[in-house]
C-alpha cells in the first residue's frame, strides 16, 4: 500500500480548516468582545432560571427574562411587528440557555453587543470581522512520498507450479516500483511553499463558508 504524503497533507489541512471553524467561534466569545460584553456574557452563563411560558407573546418573553438576569436584551424592532409567541417550560437552567432556545424557537438568534444582548435574524446578528492570527508553518511542510512496489502474487503462484510447490529461483512478490509512481510521487513531493500555501487557502474557502469570499480572499 503506497503512503501518498499528498492524501496525508490533505487531511492535515482539512483537520486545520475545522479548527479555524471552531476558533472562529470562540473569536465571536471572546476576543472580539469588549470588556462590558464578557460582563453580560458572563451573566447569562451564571445565571439560573426557571419559567413557563404558554404562548406568551416574544417581546413579553424577552423582558421576563431580561428581568431575571438583569441584563439589557432587545429584539430588532424588525422583528418585534411579527405575531411571534413562545410555549416552553423550563426549570433550573442557565439564562444563556433559555435565550438559545427561545430564539430557536421563533427562527431568530442572538449575539451580546455593546453590553446588551440582541436578538434578531441571521442577517441581523452578523458582525464585524475580527482579524486573528493563526501559525499554519506546520501545514506547509510536505512529508517524503515513496512509491510502494508493486505486489506479483501471481508471478509466485506460478513459478511455485512449475517448480512442484518450491520457491528457488523465485523473485519474490515484490515487484519493482513504477517509474511512472515514483515520478508523481516526487512531484508531490516538491511543491513549493507558494503552492502549498494556495493549496490551503483555496481549501479553507472551500470548507469555511463557501460562496461568502471575495477575489481578494476576504470575506
Known amino acids: 500500500m503506497r503512503r501518498n504524503a499528498k492524501f ?28 462590558a460584553d464578557r460582563q453580560v456574557q458572563q451573566q447569562l452563563e451564571n445565571t439560573i432560571v426557571s419559567f413557563t411560558f404558554n404562548d406568551q407573546p416574544l417581546q413579553e418573553a424577552i423582558e421576563f427574562l431580561a428581568t431575571l438576569g438583569s441584563v439589557n436584551i432587545v429584539l430588532d424592532k424588525r422583528q418585534a411587528g411579527d405575531a411571534k409567541t413562545v410555549t416552553l417550560k423550563l426549570s433550573n437552567i442557565s439564562l444563556e440557555t433559555a435565550l438559545k432556545l427561545v430564539t430557536e424557537q421563533v427562527g431568530l438568534k442572538w449575539i451580546v453587543k455593546d453590553g446588551i444582548v440582541f436578538i434578531s435574524d441571521e442577517e441581523g446578528v452578523k458582525t464585524e470581522p475580527v482579524t486573528v492570527v493563526y501559525d499554519v508553518a506546520d501545514l506547509l511542510a510536505m512529508p517524503p512520498n515513496f ?73
Open 8 to 35: 496525508v497533507a490533505l487531511v492535515a489541512v482539512c483537520a486545520a480548516a475545522a479548527m479555524l471553524v471552531s476558533a472562529a467561534a470562540v473569536t465571536a466569545q471572546g476576543v472580539g468582545m469588549t470588556r
Open 147 to 219: 512509491a510502494s512496489p508493486t505486489f506479483d502474487l501471481a508471478s509466485l503462484t506460478a513459478q511455485a507450479q512449475s517448480r512442484g510447490g518450491g520457491t528457488g529461483g523465485a523473485t519474490g512478490i515484490f515487484g519493482s516500483s513504477d517509474t511512472g509512481d515514483q515520478a508523481k510521487a516526487d512531484e508531490d513531493s516538491t511543491k513549493t511553499r507558494e503552492q502549498l500555501l494556495q493549496d490551503l487557502v483555496d481549501l479553507i474557502r472551500q470548507v469555511i463558508e463557501p460562496g461568502t469570499w471575495d477575489e481578494g480572499g476576504t470575506k
